[in-house]
């Protein structure tokens, strides 16, 4: 019979959703919040206690930075025949109607395979999801083709990669099932 603290967990794993900035109502998440979460998120595991994720934070005025930095960096990398005005625009929209936008960071002490520290950060990110989720708060993994310029702008030593952005926000979608392929499909037993 499974404990009402393996339903909790249960529960939330499985109705943690992408959310996306569409859907965001444009309330404030408090700093004292996302600091909550984000030490969520520094509970991950670690091989050697490396500790590898690192998360810079952009609310408020930081979001407009980002904006323009994000769409910049969207027009110089992508060719006039590919560019459109609509993606251009959107880059920026989804920043300024999220409640936070967090670079996600990894980085690579060398103690360990860099897989490892990527995964680690991965699990830390899964962290703060979940917690978000059981606050409330709406999110999803974005990984544009421009996060490999961003390190400049981001102030990322030589060790550092950005891994991509979480957006995050208060928000008014509807619970919807996860879309996934049976697990049987994904399970082998060997008994
Ligand atoms: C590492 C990683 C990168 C992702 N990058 C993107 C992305 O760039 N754009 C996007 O729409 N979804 C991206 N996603 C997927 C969504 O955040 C989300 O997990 C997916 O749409 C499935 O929805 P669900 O989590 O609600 O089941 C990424 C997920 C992961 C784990």
Redesign the pocket.
């Known amino acids: 019979m499974p404990s009402t603290r393996f339903k909790t967990i249960q529960h939330i794993i499985n109705h943690?959703?992408?959310i996306?900035p569409p859907s965001y109502t444009g309330q404030t998440i408090p700093k004292e919040l996302l600091t909550e979460l984000l030490d969520c998120a520094n509970a991950a595991p670690t091989h050697k206690l490396t500790q590898p994720w690192r998360f810079v934070v952009f609310r408020e005025r930081g979001l407009l930075r980002l904006a323009d930095q994000l769409a910049s960096l969207y027009k110089t990398h992508t060719s006039p025949e590919q560019f459109l005005h609509k993606k251009f625009e959107s880059t920026r929209d989804k920043v300024l109607r999220s409640g936070a936008v967090i670079a996600i960071v990894a980085s690579y002490s060398g103690a360990v395979p860099q897989w490892e520290e990527i995964a680690a950060t991965?699990c830390a990110?899964q962290n703060l999801w979940l917690a978000a989720s059981a606050a409330d708060i709406g999110g999803?993994?974005?990984?544009?083709g421009t996060i490999e310029h961003i390190g400049d702008f981001l102030g990322l030593a030589e060790n550092e990669e950005c891994?991509?952005f979480f957006y995050m926000g208060y928000h008014d979608d509807l619970p919807r099932p996860?879309?996934?392929r049976p697990l049987v499909e994904k399970i082998r037993w060997e008994e």
């Open positions: 943690r959703r992408a996306f991965a990110v999803y993994w974005s990984s544009p891994l991509g996860a879309n996934r």
